[in-house]
């Protein structure tokens, strides 16, 4: 199962859950207890997949 990042829409906080990808699941935040929780793009599952390559294909990349 894949580990999902959410962000409380009420106080902020962000949390990771590991769920199904087709999972219905209502999270609830750890910090304030709100219902209300946005789940965020990964940046981890971005790109191509290829972890050998230091090399960035912006040229910007902060972490080259």
Known sequence: MPI?????????????FLEKSSGKIKHICEKCG?????KLFSGFSVGKGDQSSNSCPTGTCPFS
């Open 34 to 38: 709100s219902s209300k929780m946005q």
């Open 4 to 16: 999902f990042e959410y962000k409380c829409q009420k106080c902020g906080h962000k949390m990771d």
